[in-house]
């Protein structure tokens, strides 16, 4: 059987260079210090490439961006964050040309622990050939690697052999050393894929599901911008926030551009609820779910305080919220009261994914609205950012509306579609079920996302290794987690 080899940086990446990565891991699993050494050494990783020493180079980014730092958090950071900036950088010739061959293997310079979570269930290699991080007895790394002494291409040749039988093509590029010796022939840009036309739909694996606060990937430039920013955007966060919190909301989408923020409303909203009168009950505003401050949009586009349904949000976050808030339990018949109760009195606010998601695409929608009220009325929400996201599995949520605000200029769009007609509610005759996935379907068609049979547990058991149930206890716990959460950036 055939078996490829191919290069990650500069062949299945388009970057040759894997600086960004390593800011990644500093950043993510360590804090702003690190990142900010990092890029202040920079210049000297440059001149040691220059030179010719680039295993020295690479030797020193490795050191200064996991030395200390457990083992636990690097995985983390592999798991959660890194591939999503690995699959904005992939190449998609050369991955089209990698994977029609029937064994893959993929050749890097960056630690296994890095890329192989993202490789093999992504880029569907099937060995990867990397150095080891060496780790102390307490399962710190040390900032060293294993076997530095020993060529990666030998270890390929080793590896290559074991799987045996067949050509081993390379996939290359000029200056490279890293593509093992037994290689029969060497493929270079640009290449061509040996798929059938029935076979050239297929694309990598999407990552629909990443943590981490940055939005970009920080290159130099990059980096240095962010850190000259932080100062300057906590404070225009708390500008905002505490503008926000003052003003009514009637107001906020007059003041947002003199803010640096923006909203953009589409569609007709309805027209001011009629709970109370008659027996009416209020109207259910079904929304996708892109950040914590979908609720406090959508009331803000209203221009009036239309209480949100939450769950697993911090007391710091409910405090602040300028709109009240109902804590679900997630018991099906206690939160079906707790919705009904709520119609009562007025409208309400729902994101039946239960979670945020970050890429275009629609978790599934729990059914249990579709079951309470026939007066449904979608909302498409959708928001656009320059530096950091807005949400978090793996830190604290408390501080997810002030990473919104400290972006130059966040960007809300609403979209109001009609309210549901009565024929493909449950009083037309329609289960729940189908009236949820009615719901879903035409908010992603109006977004332009995909919908998945993904849930809330299927995003935190990837990203966090936990079903995402929060827990609130003490105070002072909670004082120990705001503490935890600015460890990164004193650290």
């Known amino acids: 059987m055939a078996t490829v080899v191919s290069e990650l940086e500069g062949i299945l990446l388009r970057d040759p260079d894997p600086f960004a990565y390593f800011m990644l891991v500093a950043f993510e699993a360590s804090g702003i210090v690190r990142f900010a050494l990092l890029l202040l050494i920079w210049p000297v990783i440059r001149t040691l490439e220059a030179l010719?020493?680039?295993?020295?180079?690479?030797?020193?980014?490795?050191f200064l961006a996991v030395a200390g730092v457990h083992m636990s958090e690097i995985q983390s950071v592999a798991r959660a964050v890194l591939p999503k900036f690995y699959m904005d950088d992939v190449n998609m010739d050369a991955w089209k040309a990698f994977s029609s061959?029937?064994?893959?293997?993929?050749?890097?310079?960056?630690?296994?622990?890095?890329?192989?979570?993202?490789v093999k269930e992504h880029l569907l290699a099937d060995e990867i050939v990397g150095s080891e991080l060496a780790v102390n007895m307490f399962g710190y790394a040390t900032g060293f690697v294993k076997d530095e002494k020993s060529p990666i291409s030998?270890?390929?040749?080793?590896?290559?052999?074991?799987?045996?039988?067949?050509?081993?093509?390379?996939?290359?590029?000029?200056?490279?050393?890293?593509?093992?010796?037994?290689?029969?022939?060497?493929?270079?840009?640009p290449y061509a894929s040996e798929e059938s036309p029935a076979e050239q739909h297929l694309r990598p694996l999407p990552?629909?599901?990443?943590?981490?606060?940055?939005?970009?990937?920080?290159?130099?430039?990059?980096?240095?911008?962010?850190?000259?920013?932080?100062?300057?955007?906590?404070?225009?966060?708390?500008?905002?926030?505490?503008?926000?919190?003052?003003l009514p909301l009637k107001l906020m989408p007059y003041m947002a551009p003199f803010l640096g923020g923006g909203m953009i409303v589409k569609g007709k909203p309805p027209s001011l609820p009629l709970a109370g009168h008659s027996g009416s009950s209020g109207v259910l505003f079904v929304c996708t779910h892109r950040t914590l401050m979908d609720p406090v949009v959508l009331s803000t586009a209203l221009g009036r305080k239309v209480p949100a349904m939450t769950y697993s949000i911090s007391r710091f976050s409910e405090i602040l919220s300028p709109i009240p808030t109902v804590r679900l339990s997630r018991n099906r018949d206690v939160d079906a009261e707790m919705i009904k109760r709520q119609l009562e009195k007025g409208d309400l606010v729902v994101c039946p994914e239960g979670t945020t998601c970050r890429e275009p695409f629609l978790l599934r929608f729990s059914?249990?609205?579709?079951?309470?009220?026939?007066?449904?009325v979608p909302v498409a929400m959708n928001y656009r950012v320059g530096f950091f996201h807005a949400t978090t599995a793996r830190g604290w949520k408390g501080l997810d509306p002030i990473f919104l605000f400290m972006n130059?200029?966040?960007?809300?769009?609403?979209?109001?579609?009609?309210?549901?007609?009565?024929?493909?509610?449950?009083?037309?005759?329609?289960?729940?079920?189908?009236v949820a996935n009615y719901v879903q379907r035409i908010l992603a068609a109006t977004l332009g996302f995909e919908c998945t049979n993904l849930t809330r547990k299927d995003k935190y058991k990837i990203l966090a290794g936990n079903d995402g149930t929060?827990?609130?206890?003490?105070?002072?716990?909670?004082?120990?987690?705001?503490?935890?959460?600015?460890?990164?950036?004193i650290k």
Not at 176 to 184: A, G, M, R
């Open 207 to 246: 990552v629909i599901f990443h943590d981490g606060r940055l939005v970009k990937r920080p290159t130099p430039f990059t980096a240095l911008v962010i850190l000259l920013w932080i100062p300057l955007g906590a404070i225009v966060a708390f500008i905002r926030i505490f503008i926000g919190l003052l």
């Open 101 to 118: 061959y029937p064994r893959r293997v993929i050749v890097t310079k960056t630690p296994r622990v890095m890329v192989e979570r993202f």
């Open 470 to 489: 929060a827990s609130y206890t003490s105070v002072g716990d909670q004082l120990k987690r705001v503490v935890c959460i600015f460890k990164p950036f």
């Open 52 to 62: 010719g020493k680039r295993d020295a180079a690479l030797r020193l980014m490795i």
């Open 408 to 434: 130059p200029r966040p960007i809300y769009e609403i979209t109001f579609l009609n309210q549901l007609p009565a024929e493909v509610t449950c009083s037309g005759g329609k289960s729940p079920y189908d």
């Open 367 to 376: 059914a249990l609205f579709a079951e309470l009220t026939d007066k449904i």
């Open 154 to 189: 030998g270890r390929a040749v080793r590896l290559l052999g074991d799987g045996g039988g067949g050509p081993v093509i390379g996939l290359g590029r000029l200056l490279s050393s890293y593509l093992p010796p037994c290689c029969q022939e060497i493929l270079y840009p």
